[in-house]
Structures are given as C-alpha cells and as structure tokens.
C-alpha cells in the first residue's frame, strides 16, 4: 500500500515512523525545515520506554515530487489547513485511493469530501498521545485504540478500511472499525470539548482539569452542553458515559499538554472554530443554547489576538503607570 501522511506533526510522524517499516509511506508537510530534516536523518522516534530509534522517511513539500499515485492518504493536519491538505490529496490520490483523516474537530471529512469527492473521505479518531520534540523528532506518549468509520452513505468503504486497520494493527497501532461515524467523532469532539480551551486558558497539564471543583464544574458545563447539541441533532450517546470519559482522559494524559494549549504557547491559531466553535454553530442551527461553548471559544479568540502583548512577568521596575492614552477616566 502506497501511503502519503499530510503533516508532520505529532501524529503525522508517529504513524509515518511505525508504518514505514511495513509499506511504502511519504510525509508531506508545508515546513521546509521539517521536511528536510526528516528527509536527511528519518523521524526519530522516542518510544514509551524511552529508547529512541529512527526510521527513513521520505518527506516532501512540494506536490510535483510526489512521482507517484497514493492509495491512502492520511490527513493529520491541524484543522484550520484541512482545505489545503484536501487539495493536496486531490491531485496526488489514486482514482480508487481513500482519503481518512484522523484530525480533531467537527467538519473536517465534510471539507475534505467537497475536495476529493465524498465517497472517496473517511474519518477515525486516535487515543494515541504524541509530542513534537524538534523537527522530525517525536515521542510516542501514550497508546490509545484507533477507530476507522466510513463515511454516511458510503458503506463500501469498509474492505478499504479493514485492510488499512490490518495494516495498523500490525504496526503496532490497535485499530477497530465502527458504522457509526457520528457517534465516534461526537465522543471525540466532546473530550476535546471539556478538555482543550481549558487547558489553554488556564495554562495547565490535562490533569488539573480534575483537580478543582471550579474546574471540574467548567468542563463538566461545556461537555453537558455539547451533549445537548448532539442530542438535537439524533446523536445518541450517554450523558453519564461522556461525562466519565472526559474525566478519565484528565486523568490518563494528566501530564500531558493538550494540543490546544500547545498552539496558545507557540503563539499560533487554534482549533477553537472546530471544537467549542463548531458546538456553538451546531447549537445555532439546532436552537440549543450553548452560552459556555460561546464563552470559551470567545476568550481563545481574545487569546489568539492579543499573543503578542502577553505579559509573562511583573516587569522589576514594578507595574508601569498608565499613560495618557491608556489610562481610563470617568467622567459625570
Ligand atoms: O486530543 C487531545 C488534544 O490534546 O488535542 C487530548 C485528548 C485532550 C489529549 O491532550
């Protein structure tokens, strides 16, 4: 099998340096320095034991270079690029190749269908935990299932799908399929729903979440929520079941830094707009107030454009006084 990995972030690299060894895979990314340092020297790869190895990959940033025809193509992209990645696929995907993106958020598989066509999208969801450490260098963080769904309508996905969870599973990568593609990404968005913003808001590892009441009263609001809003839509999943689900993820990936807050401190955009954002305008749509999603997805914003004024520290000389066109009166 003929696999192409857009992104090579975390995840993008994880799944390219395990499934190398097995079939034929190539990392597209749009950083320069990425691919070249994967194309140079490989991914390295810190396993949960600590040990490192390192797997040739090669990696590209130019479409043209592709000289050949994927028959998968993993999207592992953050979602504000699905589109350009979509496009990517189009151009390089096999007439028969499928497209299965495994990223987080809501209406990823609906932007990469109008692209590549929708009986050509699948999606999946990943438990699997990784950090970029450098360029080209990633450590496994924790194992988590994999599960593949073909897209509504598309049932005849499945025998790609099962030969693609073969292949995982035999790199090491525990993977099962489900028909039920809404209530896979629904359970997915609702742990990134109670965990992401918060966590980037409050500059905390995963596992404060669960530490306070305070917070645990915020994340238990956004997910109820968004538990609202997919009821409204016909999705059916278990309040109680959700609601533990986000707990226990806090408290298996308690150190780690949600991929939310990692973009916050690199100073980039997040996915607000396809997690909290999306329950906000899927709520819009299905007359269900979510005024807590609202709320977060607001603040993230004010955090994205306000990053360049962030102050990290009391200066020494104490807080400097107002000046004039800063300073508020209040006139009667
Ligand atoms: O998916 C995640 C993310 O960080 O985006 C969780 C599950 C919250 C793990 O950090």
Redesign the pocket.
């Given at each position: 099998m003929e696999i192409l990995i857009i992104g090579a972030g975390a995840m993008g690299g994880l799944f390219a340096a395990l499934l190398a060894p097995l079939t034929r895979v190539c990392l597209f990314t749009t950083n320069g320095l990425h691919a070249d340092t994967i194309t140079a020297h490989g991914i390295l790869l810190t396993d949960l034991e600590g040990k490192t190895s390192t797997t040739p990959v090669r990696a590209l940033t130019r479409p043209e270079h592709y000289r050949t025809q994927a028959d998968l193509v993993l999207i592992c992209t953050k979602a504000g690029a699905t589109d350009a990645a979509a496009r990517t696929a189009q151009t390089l995907l096999a007439a028969d190749g499928l497209v299965l993106t495994l990223q987080?958020g809501l209406g990823n598989l609906e932007r990469i269908g109008a692209v590549v066509g929708p009986a050509r999208a699948a999606a999946g969801t990943t438990a699997q935990?990784a950090t970029l450490l450098a360029p080209g260098h990633v450590r496994h963080a924790g194992r988590g299932p994999t599960v593949l769904a073909p897209a509504q309508g598309f049932p005849d996905q499945l025998s790609r799908l099962e030969g693609i969870a073969e292949l995982f599973n035999r790199a090491g990568l525990a993977t099962s399929i489900t028909g039920d593609i809404d209530a896979l990404l629904w359970s997915k968005l609702i742990?990134?729903v109670g965990?992401?913003a918060l966590t980037a808001l409050l500059r905390v590892p995963?596992g404060s979440l669960i530490q306070s009441t305070e917070c645990l009263g915020l994340m238990r609001d956004a997910v109820e929520e968004a538990l609202d809003v997919a009821r409204a839509l016909g999705i059916a999943l278990d309040r109680g079941v959700q609601q533990e689900r986000v707990r226990q993820?806090c408290d298996q990936?308690r150190h780690?830094h949600?991929?939310?807050l990692q973009d916050i401190l690199r100073g980039r955009t997040t996915e607000i707009d396809a997690i909290n954002g999306a329950v906000v305008a899927k709520g819009r749509e299905t007359g269900t107030p979510t005024p807590v999603n609202l709320l977060l997805t607001r603040l993230i914003k004010a955090l994205e454009a306000t990053a360049a004024q962030r102050i990290a520290t009391l200066s020494p000389a104490g807080t400097p006084p107002l000046s004039k066109e800063t300073s508020c009166s209040t006139k009667s």
């Open positions: 987080n935990a742990v990134n965990i992401n995963n993820v990936t780690n949600a991929s939310m």
